[in-house]
């Protein structure tokens, strides 16, 4: 089944940290975009990173950039993003997705991506 399945959210108090892991199944990601989105209570859905699995540059929305990291494990099948010195306004539920490899620099745009994960809660509060 191809599938993408997120796990890692949870509830931390601002300037903690949360690793979010996103597993494919059903298909490699040794050559794919995959990016990071989030949708809070109330707002629209906004991208927070993206990657190319080939080694193209990452890239980050501003709000996170520095403080957010995306990577990948091939052997894993698997793209976490580690998030630091989050803030409360970082709280949302968080989805992976997918979209094919075209040799160019990912996309920070939800139109790109076809497949999609079923989301972890991420909560910042003090």
């Known amino acids: 089944q191809v599938q993408l399945v997120e796990s890692g959210g949870g509830t931390v108090q601002p300037g903690g940290s949360l690793r979010l892991s996103c597993v494919a199944s059903?298909?490699?990601?040794?050559?794919?975009?995959i990016g990071w989105f989030r949708r809070a209570p109330g707002k629209e859905r906004e991208a927070v990173s993206c990657?190319?699995?080939?080694?193209?540059?990452?890239r980050y929305r501003d709000s996170v950039r520095g403080r957010f990291t995306i990577s990948v494990d091939k052997p894993k099948n698997t793209v976490f993003l580690q998030m630091n010195s989050l803030k409360p306004e970082d709280t949302a539920v968080y989805h992976c997705?997918?979209?094919?490899?075209?040799?160019?620099?990912?996309?920070?745009?939800?139109?790109?991506?076809?497949?999609w994960g079923q989301g972890t809660q991420v909560t910042v509060s003090s």
């Open positions: 997705a997918y979209a094919r490899a075209d040799g160019l620099v990912c996309d920070l745009d939800t139109r790109e991506y076809d497949l």
């Open positions: 990657i190319e699995t080939r080694n193209f540059p990452a």
């Open positions: 059903g298909f490699s990601l040794n050559v794919a975009k």
